[in-house]
């Protein structure tokens, strides 16, 4: 029988399955956050329920944590204190692993699971957090869940879940100059809306995924969130094998015979099917309030086709018809799940260095995890960044989304190598531009969105 | 939780399309370590006109004073994307919404809605918009009708059919909470982890290696 890699990852966790085709599966891990582990913990304990697995269960804190450098529990966000306690104290009183705001290897929870060999090849693994699919990319079977779900996880050990249809998005090609995954991504949302995957799980193959790294396939999966999809997976090769190997969780012989099977058969059906080539992929900046809405930087903004195009270049303000390269910013961040990895910081690095930001413009730099910030400054990016004049963070979620805490300011324009554009997601009123790493850094030097200068 | 099997209510169109989370529950209104609290910030962005200071927009439909206890939302397609927050459920179960009707919803809302005893009812847009123009006449008097048991949404004196996956539906009818439906299944979860562990040890092999 041939299967794609989502059928065997399912079938490899599929307790059973009932007369409405709704399956039991097996978790084997579980991550959550301050924001929602918080109340699924306390919820556990006032029904006084035990979390199943302990030992398979972690906590970070990431969401709501001050990013300032010398940070305590103290955080801006309303009542955000109470989420990390909480957190804290249930971790504590279930006996599960925290990587707490003091932890030398703390960070925003894809990245800690994927540092730390949580997820592994051809495990599973929920978290209450919509972009868990980012680790789809290790061939993890992955599912953002909520909090009653979060719930049922601990203390059953299982998420009960249809399964989804399967897409397969073949790529092909290598992306070129200043092209990168995001802009990948970005592409295929634009092409094919946000609603594009219809809730199918996603497989990205083909030679375009052969030549990324493990980082690249990361930020790919991490974007699947945005176009609709169950979930997203690649199949496992040796980059990633390498690399989760090595990871502190992951088991000392580690099972690489078996990870190698963690592939879609050559016969393998899908139910649906797309193609892009990375070769015709242009750097993208988004110009609206939805994913979907981007295009290259000198792409002229299209005249709006809707209602909704119409809110939404109203709230970005803007008008049609001119391209967004050289539009005036006011802040850069780079940071999140997306977009904060080592490689992410390399890119804007090399764009700062000599440079400084222009005048006037607030530029943040929020690595991903305490392991990327040391790295970073192992390799003393932090001094490139600082020398530009960003502010270099401690890591966490920071400005990726707005608890009511920091954010820009209303009717600010923002150049962020995020993931959601919606309105007031980066504060109320703020405009936000997805882009990658690099054309962040280069719109924060010139003040005005740009390309990287080509040497 | 209690069960859905009959609700009648007030009806308010949102038919944009992809009103996501954040809409719904803004991140910031998530105040407190807890599940209830919530409704006041219900669409805090489009509802009030400062959020701060609760200043209420009196064009927003859930502020329309013929809209009073509104209970049923016509949403449009891919509603409850973005963030996959439970606050948002919980925000607009508290709030007294028992039934949405939309074309398309984010997997993972619509089954947060199930788990809390809201109805995620799949319908075509047409159809929806049918709904919400007889509902605009009156919205008080032209209540909306959705029965879980004939997978029907009633107005107008037209029925329109909605969709739910069967195990949802039987859910949302028995009310029957998650963990309390999986603890009969134990027996089943202990053979298939036993099998589990013994045939891939690493799953758990690290934390031998801790020990
Ligand atoms: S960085 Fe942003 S998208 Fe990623 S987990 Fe944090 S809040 Fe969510």
């Known amino acids: ?455 | 939780m209690k069960p859905l099997e009959i609700h009648k209510g007030v009806a308010a169109p949102l038919l944009q399309a992809n009103v996501d989370t954040d809409a719904i529950m803004p991140s910031r209104e998530m105040r407190r370590v807890s599940r209830s609290g919530l409704a006041d910030g219900l669409f805090a962005n489009w509802r009030y006109l400062d959020p701060e200071r609760r200043i209420p927009d009196p064009d927003f439909i859930l502020n329309r004073p013929e809209r009073t206890g509104a209970s049923i939302l016509l949403g449009g397609p891919n509603f409850g994307c973005g963030s996959s927050r439970e606050f948002a459920v919980w925000a607009l179960a508290e709030f007294g919404i028992r039934v949405i009707l939309a074309p398309g919803f984010n997997p993972v809302f619509q089954k947060n809605c199930v788990a809390n005893g809201l109805l995620p009812a799949q319908a075509p847009l047409p159809a929806i918009r049918s709904l919400a123009a007889w509902s605009d006449r009156d919205p008080q008097r032209n209540r909306l009708t959705a029965n879980v048991r004939t997978l029907k949404i009633e107005g107008s004196g037209k029925r329109i059919p909605f969709v739910i996956a069967r195990g949802q539906r039987l859910r949302l009818l028995q009310g029957l909470d998650d963990i309390a439906m999986t603890d009969q299944r134990t027996a089943a979860i202990e053979a298939f982890e036993r099998q589990r562990f013994a045939e891939q040890p690493w799953v758990c092999a690290w934390i031998n290696r801790r020990a």
């Open chain 1, 1 to 455: 029988m041939s299967g794609t890699l989502f059928d065997k990852l399912w079938d490899s966790h599929c307790i059973e399955t009932d007369g409405d085709g709704a399956s039991l599966l097996y978790v084997d891990r579980v991550v959550m956050h301050e924001r929602t582990g918080a109340v699924a913990l306390d919820s556990l304990a006032r029904r006084r329920r035990s979390v199943r697995r302990p030992e398979h269960a972690f906590c970070v804190a990431d969401h709501v944590v001050d990013t300032l450098p010398g940070r305590s529990d103290d955080t801006r966000v309303p009542g955000g204190r109470d989420f990390i306690v909480a957190l804290r104290q249930g971790a504590a009183s279930f006996g599960l692993r925290m990587f707490d705001v003091d932890d030398e290897d703390q960070g925003i929870c894809h990245l800690v699971s994927a540092e730390q060999g949580i997820a592994l090849p051809g495990l599973s693994l929920v978290c209450p957090d919509s972009h868990t699919c980012t680790l789809g990319a290790l061939g993890t079977l992955a599912f953002g869940i909520g909090t009653s779900e979060l719930e049922h996880a601990l203390a059953t050990s299982t998420l009960r879940a249809i399964k989804p249809a399967t897409l397969r998005v073949s790529i092909s090609g290598q992306l070129l100059g200043h092209a990168t995954a995001k802009d990948l991504a970005l592409t295929l949302i634009s092409t094919h809306g946000v609603g594009g995957a219809g809730g199918a799980a996603v497989e990205f193959q083909g030679a375009g995924i052969d030549a990324m790294t493990l980082e690249q396939r990361m930020t790919l999966c991490n974007m699947a969130a945005e176009f609709g999809a169950a979930t997203a997976v690649i199949a496992p090769d040796e980059v990633v094998f390498r690399q989760a190997a090595l990871a502190p969780l992951a088991p000392k012989d580690a099972p690489i015979a078996g990870w190698r099977a963690l592939r879609s058969d050559a016969s393998a059906r899908f139910d649906h099917d797309i193609a892009i080539d990375s070769a015709q992929v242009v750097p993208q900046v988004t110009w609206g309030t939805s994913p979907e809405q981007c295009g290259g930087l000198g792409d002229p903004i299209p005249s709006p086709k809707d209602a909704a195009a119409r809110q939404a270049l109203d709230y970005m303000g803007l008008e049609p018809g001119l391209p967004l390269a050289s539009k005036p910013i006011d802040a850069a961040f780079i940071g999140s799940c997306t977009n904060a990895r080592i490689s992410d910081i390399r890119a804007a690095a090399r764009v700062l260095k000599g440079h400084r930001v222009a005048a006037g413009v607030t530029a943040i730099c929020v690595p991903g995890s305490k392991r990327v910030k040391r790295q970073a400054e192992a390799e003393g990016l932090d001094q490139v960044f600082k020398a530009a004049g960003f502010e270099w963070r401690e890591p966490g979620c920071s400005m990726c989304f707005f608890a009511g805490g920091e954010t820009f300011g209303a009717g600010k324009r923002v150049v962020t190598s995020t993931n959601r554009n919606f309105e007031s997601r980066q504060g109320p009123g703020v405009r936000s531009h997805l882009t990658s790493p690099a054309v962040v850094a280069a719109s924060a030097i010139h003040g005005r969105i740009a390309l990287p200068d080509t040497a």
